[in-house]
């Protein structure tokens, strides 16, 4: 018995199955013999429970089939069958419409949705910024928008990369956190191609900003997308200003020849390279650079003083309290720390560092300023330094250049590295210059095992440079920070056993990382996105500063140094940093700050911008100067 119910249960549901097969007509014939079957039973049992029902049986069922046609809106009229039959057909009419005009509205309404879920809707905004790709530099690019627009009232920013609208909504708004007074927008879609463009209003846009992502053809990227803005751009009557990032020096003519006349293209190898080297050589520079890009501090303007036309460079430098005078801009060309018996003509711009471009106000310090505190011996003389590269990635050429441009004889760079990573004939060719004074030796061994290291006599070198690999094509963009925090460690573990702290200038990849290496506040950590980032985000607001950044980050320009503070002021003296902007324009530099060894171990390094002219403090041999100037 059991078996012949199990077979009749599965028979049934077969030819159940079968019908519901058949297709719409089928499931609708269903859903109206499941409504009746719970529809006319209830019906019954409300008219018969109904002490007012007719008493008639023929009148009762006349009263259910009614309750029965309200319910299942079908009418419910009562009469003769026809009678009946035409309620029902114009019943079944009226349903079919109203529900095909539902199924119709839903319909266009989800196409509407996910048009929008996948950001394919043409932006309407004008002065806004547009991002072009997608990286780690993005979240910096988005943070620094933010933060250069918090003044403004209506902003904002447009993200354009080939991936899904919400995850970039979702990681953005958990990385870059409260968007204040700007609206983010993105948009999906590839940005190499013409037609997608046009979905961010490029020629209504105040910038546009393009990435590399972080594949190995991101160099080609960047190109393609620079010509697909061009085609987009066909006809138009205007062209925003292009800030482009590239990695491989190769491609930077093709880049600014797409690009245009106003366009700026970055090289992001080149420019990290320079800053740990500087940071390698002067230990806190990084944290210097990090002060004057981002916009939480004070960074760099251009202004107009009529007041100072036909006066001489120096006079400007203590002309005003609460901002440092860095140099000039006439026409297109920057001179950054020019002599100070330089004249300031007419049109000339010049390029300060102060908290806003609000805060720039005339107030003559001269008087603030004592001779007898400063220093009148020699500058502290450059010496030969010893430089341990610890690992190898495609920037460690570029950075033994910039170690042999101003090598003193006698200057030693050993390079530790696995077999795979550093060749013999890689670094001959980073030393194919060899006869500078730079001695360029190649050790083979894994710097993340605690042997290596302990071979090295680290505490004997003047510098440690922790490099990361590069990333192999489908690896996680921050698998080489892992190895370099495990080194980190072990050179933190040799830290403690000695007692003496080490000169360590460390590159990462992902900031997220920073929290994570074990080093102290104040050590120099190189996030090469993110100085990027930022260097691309103060061009995007100030196109005219894009030439001087480039005078400050170039090989053998005028740039950002850390000079001893006893090369200024004399040593325990108490006096205003006005003695030691005059001291500075002595030596032919600009001071705009200083280190102070004291307050090294705080979350700023002990580091200090645009200080007021006015700040008294006592000076100690561990201080250090921040000033523009040459090597």
């Known amino acids: 018995m059991a078996q012949r119910h199990t077979l009749f249960k599965d028979r049934a549901r077969y030819w159940f199955d079968s019908t519901l097969a058949r297709g719409a007509a089928a499931l609708v014939g269903w859903m109206a013999l499941l409504c009746l079957a719970v529809v006319v039973p209830a019906s019954a049992v409300v008219v018969w429970t109904d002490p007012d029902a007719p008493a008639s049986l023929r009148d009762r069922l006349a009263e259910v089939w009614h309750l029965t046609g309200e319910t299942l809106r079908l009418g419910g009229a009562t009469g003769t069958p026809l009678r009946a039959l035409t309620s029902v057909l114009l019943a079944l009419v009226t349903l079919l419409y109203v529900s095909t005009l539902v199924g119709l509205i839903t319909t266009a309404l989800t196409e509407r949705l996910n ?41 904002a920013v447009v993200v354009l990369a080939d991936r899904d609208k919400t995850v970039m909504e979702e990681a953005l708004s958990t990385k870059v956190g409260s968007f204040g007074r700007t609206r983010l927008i993105c948009r999906s879609g590839p940005t190499t191609d013409p037609a997608v463009l046009p979905l961010t209003s490029p020629a209504t846009a105040g910038v546009v900003l393009i990435l590399p992502h972080d594949e190995p053809d991101a160099d080609a990227e960047v190109v393609k997308t620079l010509l697909a803005l061009r085609a987009a751009l066909v006809g138009e009557g205007t062209r925003p200003p292009v800030v482009a990032a590239l990695r491989d020096d190769r491609y930077r003519l093709a880049a600014r020849l797409a690009a245009g006349p ?51 460079f120096g006079d400007a430098l203590l002309s005003y309290s609460t901002s440092s005078v860095v140099g000039l801009v006439r026409g297109d060309s920057p001179l950054l720390n020019p002599p100070p018996e330089t004249p300031i003509v007419p049109d000339d711009l010049l390029v300060v560092v102060s908290h806003d471009d609000d805060t720039v106000w005339l107030d003559d310090c001269e008087e603030l300023a004592e001779e007898a505190a400063m220093a009148s011996g020699p500058a502290t003389p450059a010496r030969a330094e010893r430089v341990l590269l610890l690992g190898w990635n495609r920037r460690a050429p570029l950075m033994v250049d910039q170690l042999r441009r101003r090598a003193r004889p006698g200057s030693v760079v050993d390079v530790v590295a696995e077999p795979g990573e550093a060749t013999i004939s890689q670094v001959s060719d980073a030393d194919e210059c060899g006869g500078t004074g730079l001695s360029l030796t190649l ?41 370099t925090l495990v080194t980190l460690l072990l050179l933190r573990q040799l830290e403690e056993t000695t007692g003496r702290e080490l000169p360590v200038v460390t590159e990462l990849t992902d900031d997220r990382n920073r929290a994570l290496a074990p080093i102290s506040p104040g050590a120099d950590v190189i996030i090469s996105g993110k100085l990027i980032g930022l260097l691309m985000t103060q061009i995007s607001q100030n196109r005219h500063l894009a030439a001087v950044f480039e005078e400050l980050f170039s090989a053998d320009g005028t740039g950002v140094r850390l000079r001893p503070a006893t090369d200024y002021v004399l040593p325990g003296s108490d006096t205003a940093f006005a003695t030691v902007v005059a001291a500075a324009r002595r030596r032919g530099e600009c001071a705009i700050g200083y280190r102070s060894r004291a307050l090294a171990q705080t979350g700023s390094g002990g580091v200090r911008i645009n200080p007021p002219k006015g700040e008294r403090r006592r000076w100690t041999a561990e201080d250090e100067v921040i000033v523009i100037g040459k090597d």
Not at 134 to 153: G, I, K, M, P, Y
Not at 450 to 473: F, K, M, N, Q, W
């Open 115 to 155: 048009a929008l879920r996948r950001g394919r809707s043409t932006v309407l905004e004008q002065g806004h910024a547009v991002v072009l790709g997608w990286s780690e530099q993005v979240f910096t690019v988005v943070s620094e928008l933010v933060a250069a627009n918090a003044n403004q009232r209506r902003a």
């Open 262 to 312: 106003g366009g700026v293209v970055l090289e992001s190898d080149t420019i990290t390279a320079r800053l740990i080297v500087q940071a390698a050589r002067r230990p806190g520079i990084s944290l210097v650079h990090q002060e004057l890009l981002d916009f939480a501090g004070d960074e760099f303007y251009l202004i107009t003083e009529p007041a100072l036309i036909g006066r001489p």
């Open 443 to 483: 050790r083979h061994g894994d710097i993340t095992r605690p042997e290596t290291l302990r071979r090295l006599d680290v505490h004997s070198y003047d510098s440690v440079i922790v490099l990361g690999r590069d990333p192999a094509p489908g690896q996680p963009t921050d698998e080489p920070d892992n190895r």
